[in-house]
């Protein structure tokens, strides 16, 4: 089966602990994303990467880290830095195309639910 | 720049009838507007997308959705509402630039009564 899978499904964290989510794809897709959401508030973009090796910070950074060794994986590190970490997580992947062709659908995974104690 | 308004957070229908869901965006470019659901702690699904290739986007489970640019909008509709429907619903549009750029709206939930 081909898709994105998420680990773990929930999460539990002490404050001033850091905590990794994983995040894995099979679709041959270049294209990574991860986004946070918080109730009434849709989807907010943390990082992004268009390629192995390279990643761009999105609308709210400050808190988190990635790495993209692999094309398929790209972790999701939330640091003791990130003030209210607890919310649902959401990793997804897409074709990545050169700009302006506007077919850029993403496809998500199941997300993991993060709480902080 | 780019936005979306979702008109509605919360929208409860009768099994059987029509559905709507509303949404307008605003875009600098020519957009792609997407309609994801969302089923309680799981992740999203592509219900349908538009792309330039016909203002009518027919999408899964019956569900479709009018681009009208006079009107800036991308409502989804279906005719007849079914239990498992129950869900939350994203309107999205991306500005075509780049892959990245999807500017989610805050979603609607809509609820089936039987």
């Known amino acids: 089966d081909g898709g994105i899978t998420q680990s773990p499904k929930y999460l539990f964290r002490k404050e001033g602990q850091n905590v990794t989510l994983s995040c894995e794809q099979n679709l041959n897709h270049d294209a990574m994303y991860w986004y946070r959401q918080d109730p009434g508030q849709g989807l907010r973009l943390i990082y992004y990467s268009q390629i192995v090796n390279d990643f761009q910070k999105g609308d709210i950074a400050e808190g988190y880290s990635v790495s993209r060794e692999k094309k398929e994986s790209f972790p999701l590190t939330v640091t003791s830095a990130q003030k209210n970490p607890t919310a649902f997580y959401l990793c997804?992947?897409?074709?990545?195309?050169?700009?302006?062709?506007?077919?850029?659908?993403?496809?998500f995974g199941p997300g993991t639910r993060l709480t902080v104690l | 720049a780019q936005s979306v308004t979702q008109l509605d957070s919360h929208v409860s229908v009768s099994e059987g009838t029509p559905v709507l869901l509303r949404c307008n965006y605003s875009s600098s470019y020519s957009p792609s507007l997407f309609w994801y659901v969302q089923h309680p702690n799981k992740g999203l699904q592509l219900l349908l997308k538009y792309t330039s290739a016909a203002t009518l986007v027919k999408g899964i489970n019956g569900f479709e959705a009018e681009f009208k640019k006079s009107e800036t909008s991308f409502h989804l509709t279906k005719p007849s509402a079914h239990m498992s429907d129950a869900a939350e619903y994203f309107c999205?549009?991306?500005?075509?630039?780049?892959?990245?750029?999807?500017?989610f709206g805050k979603g609607t939930k809509l609820s089936v009564i039987p």
């Open positions: 997804a992947s897409s074709i990545a195309l050169p700009r302006g062709t506007g077919l850029d659908t993403q496809y």
């Open positions: 999205v549009v991306s500005s075509g630039a780049g892959s990245y750029q999807l500017t």
